[in-house]
């Protein structure tokens, strides 16, 4: 069985601060990493993917995979409210199966 | 281009009754998948279509609930009768589809109660 992990939190960081968002998976052969920010009532939105080692920036978003370790975070820089939600970290294989984490909820106080 | 289309959004049944959900992928996405979201869960896959095969529905509680893709396109899953414990949010994705790396795009997805 392939497993991601994320600690469900909830991860409260004031406003303004780095919020960092971990996750590990169990199967060496993934291939490819998301990150998907989902409000409460609301479906998943993606907001990162990442395919290679290394970090890879959007604006305030960073995601950092290191696949010798089996892990994948996102850091959010200068934490908004409006960053308050649960966010879901997925793998994928290469047969376009993905593999969720049960989601780390973030509080991101004012 | 437009996203993943889904209906109805909300839906109240009680158990034993039946319910019908509708999704219509991103065009030309070939890969479409329903997932099953539990209040404080993460999706849960039910059913992987790749065009109008079912790739997956090891987790598709098959005496109760069906689900089809007949042209390749849009899909249906159906409970019949339903459960209490069916009460969730039933979420469509659809993603390209073929080898290599792919993402994968959410619909607003449907909210069932079974009271």
């Known amino acids: 069985q392939k497993e991601v992990e994320q600690n469900s939190g909830p991860l409260s960081v004031p406003e303004g601060a780095i919020a960092s968002l971990n996750c590990t998976y169990s199967?060496?052969?993934?291939?490819?990493f998301f990150w998907y920010r989902q409000y409460s009532g609301k479906s998943p939105e993606l907001i990162m993917f990442?395919?290679?080692?290394g970090d890879k920036e959007d604006g305030r978003f960073t995601a950092q995979l290191n696949k010798a370790s089996q892990y994948v975070s996102l850091l959010i820089r200068d934490s908004q409210p409006s960053d308050s939600a649960t966010y879901l970290c997925?793998?994928?294989?290469?047969?376009?199966?993905?593999?969720f984490g049960s989601g780390t909820k973030l509080n991101v106080k004012p | 281009e437009a996203g993943v289309a889904q209906s109805p959004r909300y839906k109240i049944i009680e158990k034993r009754q039946s319910v019908a959900f509708w999704c219509n992928p991103i065009s030309g996405h070939a890969t479409l998948y329903w997932y099953q979201q539990i209040l404080g869960q993460g999706p849960k896959l039910l059913i992987q279509f790749q065009n109008n095969g079912v790739v997956d529905d090891s987790q598709l509680p098959k005496d109760r609930f069906s689900a089809e893709r007949l042209k390749g396109v849009d899909s249906t899953l159906k409970i019949q009768p339903a459960k209490l414990e069916d009460s969730a949010v039933y979420l469509c994705?659809?993603?390209?589809?073929?080898?290599?790396?792919?993402?994968?795009?959410f619909g607003a997805g449907t909210r069932l109660s079974v009271l």
């Open positions: 990442i395919y290679s080692n």
């Open positions: 199967d060496r052969g993934s291939q490819s």
């Open positions: 997925v793998v994928g294989d290469n047969f376009n199966k993905f593999y």
């Open positions: 994705a659809s993603s390209r589809g073929g080898e290599g790396s792919n993402i994968q795009y």
